[in-house]
């Protein structure tokens, strides 16, 4: 998820942010240090356009949270990705309740302004980066390929209180590269894929609820049952748009591409630093998304999505507001659909997969991590807010507070029945990290934020017909593999 529990859109950090940063880099700036900016509040209203369907600008207030700091005590800088009223209250509380535990540290922490992507490269890059951050899901990858990053190997050997048994599978291999650690989950974590429908328009369509489809096929089949459309061919009621939510996003250090797990099939060797997206799950899954688009119109898709957003985040979404049967999502979904759609009776189940893969229980546990960057005043007292962050008392804050799930089994076993009081249709997400047949990692590719654009360049291009599913295929396996042996001198081994 991102910021205020919206779609991401296109915000993946710039080639030109990258280029500055090794630069920089080079010339030895990255460990220049700078003296810390004195306690404030501060409340700016910033510009942020996010893409949906279509771009959308909006004003964003944000406020920086900061605590007047004891004389003594060492002042941590925390930088966190999420703003609007859950966000900075969950950031408030969590830094009150650090503060409190904590003699010697004081923890001052922000919502930066804009793309925090982008302003964390430039921190680092300019030797004045904040000491944690969390939630910087595009820079993450591409700085701990770098070195812009610092490895957390030897603090998690040495710490009693994050015990990465007891984190979901996957989710160190997602903040691992060659053979290093760079960041653990620590805020936003939980299950990123699974199949929500509205029990009323499966009814109303003849469709047993009872019986969810298991399959691409089986969804498209009640896609047609469920839409509807008007004299002059346009949608009034869409079965299922398989580029909205989760269906449309693309991979970062916090997910992977759902559809490649549901063909059960990997696009990335980190080792090799080589992909494999010219192969047949890729061109299968182009196909099965043109077949939703064809079945209404690609054009005539473009005006429904003109008139109802996509995710759930607003009573505007299509989901939410009832017109869309069907949504790809992950688990942060049912609460906000207590206040975007809490008229829409809905629930949830496993996300679908290939014909030869029917009955295969999939998931992808991602999260943000919590990660310190090269240059950092106070490494040693960041990983001790980075440790508080895993710890029961800071995951059931941020749970109170924002809706966002723990990295741990433990906690989330025993907040499950709380959880599923106050939020029914969680019970599905919450199960399934456990009930799981595969559990997919979210691969860390260095060139994320590339690999993402031309993923959704490719899906375009055969929507509208420019490109076959094959030649798009080629063509996507060919941008990214050059861009790769552009980047590559500049990885660390």
């Not at 989710?171 to 699974?194: D, H, N």
Request: proline residues 6%; aromatic residues 10%.
């Amino acid at each position: 998820m991102s910021q205020g529990g919206n779609m991401r859109g296109d915000r993946s950090l710039s080639r030109r942010g990258f280029l500055r940063f090794c630069a920089m880099a080079a010339g030895g700036t990255l460990l220049a240090a700078c003296a810390p900016a004195q306690p404030q509040i501060v409340k700016e209203t910033v510009e942020v356009t996010v893409k949906e369907t279509v771009p959308v600008t909006v004003k964003e207030t944000v406020q920086v949270q900061v605590t007047t700091v004891p004389k003594g005590k060492v002042v941590v800088e925390w930088w966190w990705l999420w703003g609007g009223v859950n966000g900075t209250e969950g950031l408030k509380a969590m830094s009150e309740a650090f503060n409190a535990q904590s003699d010697s540290i004081a923890v001052k922490s922000l919502v930066p302004a804009g793309d925090i992507n982008e302003k964390y490269t430039t921190a680092i890059a300019g030797g004045n980066p904040p000491d944690l951050a969390v939630g910087v899901w595009t820079a993450f990858s591409e700085l701990a390929a770098r070195g812009g990053l610092m490895p957390l190997d030897e603090w998690l050997s040495a710490s009693t209180v994050i015990q990465k048994d007891d984190f979901f599978p996957g989710l160190f291999e997602a903040s691992t590269w060659m053979g290093k650690i760079y960041g653990v989950q620590c805020a936003e974590c939980g299950p990123r894929q699974g199949l929500m429908y509205n029990v009323d328009l499966v009814k109303g369509a003849g469709l047993d609820p009872n019986k969810p489809p298991q399959t691409w096929e089986e969804v498209y089949d009640w896609h047609q049952s469920i839409t509807k459309l008007d004299k002059a061919g346009n949608v009034v009621v869409l079965g299922l748009d398989p580029l909205d939510a989760m269906g449309g996003r693309t991979p970062s250090a916090d997910t992977d591409i759902l559809w490649m797990d549901s063909f059960g099939a990997k696009w990335w060797d980190q080792p090799n630093l080589s992909f494999t997206f010219d192969q047949e799950a890729v061109i299968r899954t182009f196909t099965t998304i043109k077949k939703f688009y064809d079945s209404v119109g690609v054009t005539k898709m473009e005006g429904y999505r003109s008139s109802y957003g996509t995710w759930t985040a607003s009573p505007q979404a299509s989901f939410p507001a009832g017109v869309e049967g069907m949504i790809l999502d992950g688990y942060w979904s049912p609460p906000w659909m207590k206040t975007n759609g809490p008229k829409v009776n809905f629930t949830a189940t496993w996300a679908p997969t290939s014909e030869e893969r029917k009955g295969k229980k999939y998931q992808n546990v991602g999260g943000h991590q919590g990660n310190i960057p090269k240059g950092a005043k106070h490494p040693e007292e960041a990983f001790k807010l980075l440790e508080f962050l895993t710890t029961d008392e800071a995951a059931t804050i941020n749970w109170d507070k924002t809706g966002f799930l723990s990295a741990r089994k433990s906690w989330v076993q025993k907040n499950t029945d709380r959880i599923i009081k106050d939020v029914p249709q969680e019970e599905f997400f919450l199960r399934s990290m456990f009930e799981a047949d595969e559990m997919w990692p979210s691969p860390l590719c260095p060139i994320v934020g590339f690999v993402g654009s031309e993923w959704n360049k490719a899906v375009s291009n055969v929507n509208y017909g420019k490109r076959t599913p094959e030649e798009a295929a080629k063509d996507l396996q060919a941008a990214v593999t050059a861009e790769m042996d552009k980047q590559r001198p500049g990885f660390i081994k």
